[in-house]
């Protein structure tokens, strides 16, 4: 298991991207409604004091948090959590 943000992972943070985009970038993910996604992870992830002006960053994150494992050590499943990202995909992809 790889990590996430922390100084020698692939998926870091930097001044100029977020975890989430390097993951983005590595992987070359060309899925149209991430770019909503992207928006609100960044948002949520250096822009934290900006939230309140997003509310669609805060719904994310809500949802997002809500189906996290929590106080868990070990594998665990995140199964539901890529579900539950699929269908706020498919949800925006609708929308347009």
């Given at each position: 298991m790889e990590a996430l943000d922390t100084p020698d992972a692939r998926y870091r943070r930097s001044a100029r991207e977020t975890a989430t985009e390097a993951v983005v970038r590595i992987h070359r993910v060309a899925q149209p409604c991430l770019g909503p996604i992207v928006e609100w992870v960044?948002?949520?992830e250096i822009?934290?004091?900006s939230k309140a002006a997003v509310p669609q960053a805060e719904a994310f994150e809500a949802g997002l948090v809500a189906r996290l494992p929590q106080g868990q050590s070990g594998p665990?499943?995140?199964g539901p959590v890529f579900e539950w990202?699929?269908?706020q995909c498919s949800a925006l992809?609708?929308?347009e």
């Open positions: 960044r948002v949520i822009g934290k004091w665990v499943d995140v990202l699929d269908r992809q609708g929308a």
